[in-house]
């Protein structure tokens, strides 16, 4: 899954990184855009979904290209039932809960998701990338 920076994001990539601001992974159900923030998205449902914890310490230079990787497995809970719709998009915000946060960025699954009762969306090292083109 490779993703982009929104534009609040890459106003704030410096202190993204020199700050070791805690950021957060929440998955939606439709499609994220560059000026959308955390009240305009629909955002997973299920009563066991909570954002999870994420660290972005793979960061690499491709060209003129800022690549950033998880360095940490992220797992989702299992799910409560079967999920309504497909989990398609992923975000990186600074709030655990809540909407009054920033979304510093998004990108589309490679996969949409739809989990079943008892199911876990589990991303492995490196396999949420958000890439800032230079």
Do not use: W
Request: charged share 20%; proline share 3%.
């Amino acid at each position: 899954m490779a993703g982009n920076f929104s534009n609040y994001g890459r106003e704030d990539i410096c202190n993204l990184i020199d700050t070791n601001k805690t950021l957060y992974v929440g998955l939606t159900t439709e499609i994220i855009g560059n000026t959308d923030d955390l009240t305009t998205i629909t955002e997973e449902n299920d009563l066991n979904y909570t954002r999870q914890p994420i660290s972005l310490g793979n960061i690499g230079i491709d060209g003129n290209n800022i690549i950033m990787k998880n360095d940490i497995v992220v797992e989702f809970p299992s799910y409560n039932s079967d999920a309504d719709n497909p989990v398609t998009y992923c975000f990186l915000t600074e709030v655990e809960t809540a909407t009054t946060g920033n979304i510093y960025a998004y990108g589309e699954l490679d996969e949409n998701k739809l989990p079943l009762t008892g199911d876990k969306l589990v991303f492995d090292v490196n396999n949420l990338q958000f890439i800032l083109n230079g």
